[in-house]
């Protein structure tokens, strides 16, 4: 919902529009204001009253965090042919494995595949986003990166199946296009533009759904993918609903914050 809507609004929300809003996806007051105390705990949030309103601002470290997300979520473009990889090679010491934990989580959730131990493997098109990754986590000191050229025994589409489990991911992406393949339908056969609050909710559940997808996919080149790949299909779904609902409900949310305003204004 911050995400996708906050920074759109100047980058603050009126706490009551949160929870109204919230409420509309079958979520309590009680799980919102809990949300929004771990995320200002996290430093994403600060409190902020706006026209005596209470309200809640997007940190500038959270509009670093959401930039970067947005840059892999809605990521269209398709990747290029098999070339070269970028290769991170680690060592850690045991007094900080802590940190090594940490360092194989980032790689993982950039979309790295894990070769060996302490060798891990992606696409080029991920190298600025692991270089700000290893910087900006302090870990510089530990990890080598390089760019490799693949010319091992076997077909590379067999070792990336060692490297990646493209079947779990490709499970996921079916399950997306099952679950939001009626959601497109429905307001395709509109006729006209759809609901605010329709599109609002719909908009916030499947952007909730799809947007760990991105993370989990490394971007492989074509030719190494399993032949009818559901990524393709369920980013053409994804950016088609994109592109229908998020104009309309961006629309309701502002709606729900005019109402509120006027409320206000009235009262003695």
Do not use: C
């Amino acid at each position: 919902m911050l995400g996708a809507f906050g920074r759109r609004l100047g980058g603050w929300v009126a706490v009551a529009d949160l929870i109204e809003l919230m409420q509309e996806l079958d979520i309590s007051e009680q799980a919102v204001r809990a949300s929004v105390s771990r995320l200002k705990k996290r430093g994403f949030l600060t409190a902020e009253r706006v026209d005596g309103q209470a309200g809640y601002r997007l940190t500038p470290q959270a509009e670093v965090i959401l930039e970067r997300g947005d840059r892999r979520i809605f990521r269209s473009s398709k990747p290029p042919a098999e070339g070269d990889w970028i290769i991170v090679v680690f060592s850690v010491p045991e007094t900080e494995r802590e940190r090594r934990h940490v360092l194989r989580s980032r790689l993982s959730w950039l979309g790295f595949g894990n070769a060996a131990p302490g060798v891990w493997i992606a696409p080029p098109h991920l190298e600025d986003e692991t270089r700000e990754m290893i910087e900006a986590e302090g870990l510089s000191e530990y990890v080598a990166l390089f760019r490799s050229r693949y010319v091992g025994l076997s077909g590379i589409t067999e070792a990336a199946a060692h490297w990646w489990d493209l079947g779990a991911l490709e499970q996921l992406y079916e399950a997306f296009i099952d679950a939001f393949t009626p959601v497109a339908r429905r307001h395709n056969g509109m006729g006209h533009p759809p609901d605010a609050g329709a599109a609002f909710a719909d908009y916030v559940r499947m952007l909730t759904y799809w947007r760990v997808l991105p993370f989990l996919d490394p971007g492989l080149p074509p030719e190494i993918l399993p032949r009818n790949w559901g990524g393709e299909r369920a980013t053409a779904l994804f950016m088609r609903l994109h592109a229908t609902l998020t104009g309309p409900a961006l629309q309701h949310v502002q709606q729900v914050g005019e109402r509120r305003k006027r409320v206000s204004s009235d009262r003695p």
